[in-house]
């Protein structure tokens, strides 16, 4: 009897660990397929951004020849009696050409920018789809593990899910600081610069109606003074949050802008190279590097007192990887890692986690007195560091 049962529960488990193989290969086909058409999307996406740089550029030059051949316009029009019929028009023939360019540019450049916002939209989609497809595959293969015995993996499994857990509250509160952090920045920057513009409109308002034109005047240039410095913040501001040329250039070019103004307001030399091929053309890789990148100078500004950083960027075929290393102090990683979560500055963990989140690799080597080297290796079309 006793044998009779045992018998029937294997041929159970048999079936069940049948159909967890067959959903579980059903659904890994189902995530190869979501991400091939998410590299495609990749891609193309690359060569839009790629497209739309050189069409902005062409914009840029082209608005200078229209604003070149409008004041020539301007200037034969007002002087028509020194040049003549003839010049005229053919300086109006010229502006009306440029006018239709520019317009049809314009244009292109809108239509690159549609293409690119429906391109992000469908990225957006397919990698929540990728995110469901992955947790439903770890599901399956933690039941199937469950019903082989395969206890290791189970472990391991739990180790990691237990380890995020523990830093969750850290995350939160870091998460809290930086909108705490923002909020006084706005409140302290651009939302005094406002309310003082207010004021001073109400001021140049009492001076216009008393006909004291002058005083108004006065008003007017320096509420624009006030008004630039506030575009100012608030540029800064949006590229803290969101790098605007890395989302229309791609990342090494936003790389190089950023040292340059990082290395400009901290007088530390960096030497940046590019590897391999210029474009990464992967949005979830470049933003990820971008801000180890800023978490890692950002460091060495505090901490290293660094004369001399090394950064090089390697694009290959089927990974990325990132070499950040400085010639400064040096610190005991342990210990650094203790006192980060002790302060709940989480910068380190963070720039290990979005490395891990990609599947790449990331490791920090260092001793007191001989720098920091931060190395990162992230894979390209779903492969293993």
């Known amino acids: 009897m006793k044998e009779d049962i045992l018998k029937v529960l294997a041929e159970i488990q048999e079936k069940v660990l049948g159909a967890l193989n067959k959903a579980h290969t059903e659904v890994h086909s189902m995530g190869e397929d979501a991400r091939r058409e998410l590299q495609r999307l990749y891609i193309r996406k690359g060569e839009l951004t790629v497209e739309l740089g050189k069409v902005m550029k062409e914009v840029d030059k082209l608005q200078e020849e229209f604003d070149k051949a409008r004041r020539r316009l301007a200037e034969v029009s007002a002087n028509f009696d020194k040049y003549g019929e003839r010049e005229l028009k053919e300086a109006y023939t010229i502006a009306e050409r440029r006018q239709v360019e520019l317009l049809m540019l314009r244009d292109k450049e809108k239509s690159l920018r549609k293409e690119r916002d429906m391109i992000d ?13 992955d947790d439903l595959t770890r599901r399956i293969k933690i039941a199937i593990d469950l019903l082989t015995g395969n206890m290791e993996r189970i472990e391991k499994e739990v180790l990691e899910l237990k380890g995020r857990a523990e830093l969750a509250p850290f995350v939160v509160q870091a998460l809290e600081k930086e909108r ?4 006084r920045e706005i409140h302290d920057g651009p939302a005094q610069y406002l309310a003082n513009a207010a004021f001073r409109l109400d001021v140049c308002e009492r001076f216009i109606k008393k006909g004291e034109l002058e005083r108004a005047l006065k008003e007017i240039m320096d509420l624009k003074d006030i008004l630039k410095a506030n575009l100012s913040d608030l540029r800064r501001f949006i590229s803290d949050l969101r790098p605007m040329l890395l989302e229309d250039l791609g990342l090494v070019p936003a790389l190089k802008k950023y040292i340059d103004d990082w290395s400009r307001v901290t007088s530390v030399r960096v030497d940046f190279k590019v590897l391999g091929e210029d474009e990464v053309r992967d949005k979830d890789i470049e933003i990820a590097l971008f801000r180890i990148v800023q978490e890692a100078l950002s460091n060495v500004h505090k901490h290293a007192q660094a004369s001399n950083v090394k950064l090089i960027l390697e694009v290959g075929s089927d990974f990325v990887s ?3 290393q400085d010639d400064g102090v040096g610190f005991d990683l342990e210990e650094a890692k203790r006192i980060s979560l002790e302060k709940g500055s989480l910068g380190i963990f963070n720039m290990e986690e979005r490395a891990k989140a990609l599947g790449g690799v990331f490791k920090i080597l260092s001793e007191r007195g001989k720098g920091v080297k931060i190395l990162v290796r992230i894979p390209r079309g779903g492969e293993k560091a």
């Open 121 to 133: 939209l469908r990225i957006k989609e397919f990698e929540k789809l990728l995110g469901k497809i």
């Open 180 to 183: 705490k952090r923002l909020a």
């Open 322 to 324: 990132l070499l950040v």
